[in-house]
């Protein structure tokens, strides 16, 4: 059962097509890596997903039912089931850190007090920091800003979170860090994880599914064992990391 589709989704920003009728099904508990170059669309797709963009044509849906007519006080409830994880983390650097977790709780529940702490407490414990909730995070190391920002994207139990390059400026052990706290929140939360990413390697360990954005369309959409076989020349270079030559023309011209 898919819990978030799109289907035939266009957006344009003045005369830049970004989406050129992208149709889309998320299956529910799946992880899907969403590839492509900067400038694809990725995180414009997750912006539709969660209502924060207007599509220009097509129709976007969050389990059959269609948000992207909604008003934005319907809205609300809506994205109340989804996490959403910035690639900048977006802590409040003037709270702790588990003001930070405490946050969505406190702005969207009638929790008591001391119930929406504890929560908070747990879920900093969930993403392995049982010890940093009264640090603040300028106190802490990136990838721990990362952990923080994860913990308060599923302060709400959400039941599908958005990944905006998650693994972005850690070094190879802090990312793989990440990578594993995706597959165990999917795992023991049963959350559906929708995850942009230009980290090929985070990308081959995290996902059920792989779907590469390429000039406004869908270029493929497949398992991992998939693209790995592919054929594709413009795949085949966004996997590896090999410029091609439309890509070095400019610096041909350079003398």
Request: aromatic share 6%; proline share 4%.
């Amino acid at each position: 059962m898919a819990i978030v589709s799109v289907k035939n989704l266009h957006k344009r920003f003045g005369m830049q097509v970004v989406l050129g009728g992208i149709s889309l099904e998320i299956a529910a508990g799946s992880c899907v890596v969403v590839l492509g170059a900067s400038g694809t669309g990725k995180s414009v797709l997750l912006k539709h997903i969660v209502g924060l963009l207007k599509p220009d044509k097509g129709q976007v849906f969050f389990e059959d039912k269609r948000i992207d007519k909604l008003p934005e006080r319907l809205l609300v409830d809506v994205r109340r089931n989804f996490g959403f994880l910035f690639q900048m983390s977006a802590l409040f650097d003037s709270s702790s850190n588990i003001d930070n977790v405490a946050f969505p709780l406190i702005e969207h529940t009638r929790l008591p007090r001391d119930e929406i702490y504890a929560i908070a407490q747990q879920k900093l414990e969930m993403v392995g920091l049982p010890d940093v909730a009264q640090k603040m995070p300028a106190e802490l190391s990136g990838g721990m800003r990362k952990r923080v920002a994860l913990a308060r994207a599923i302060a709400m139990n959400p039941k599908v979170i958005l990944y905006d390059e998650p693994t972005t400026g850690l070094d190879p052990i802090r990312s793989d860090v990440i990578n594993e706290l995706i597959l165990k929140l999917q795992r023991e939360l049963q959350i559906t994880s929708i995850v942009v990413t230009h980290d090929m390697n985070s990308a081959f360990k995290v996902a059920d599914r792989l779907v590469m954005l390429h000039e406004g369309k869908i270029r493929f959409d497949g398992t991992p064992e998939e693209i790995r076989l592919s054929e594709d020349a413009v795949i085949k270079r966004f996997i590896t990391g090999e410029a091609g030559e439309q890509e070095l023309a400019s610096l041909m011209r350079v003398r």
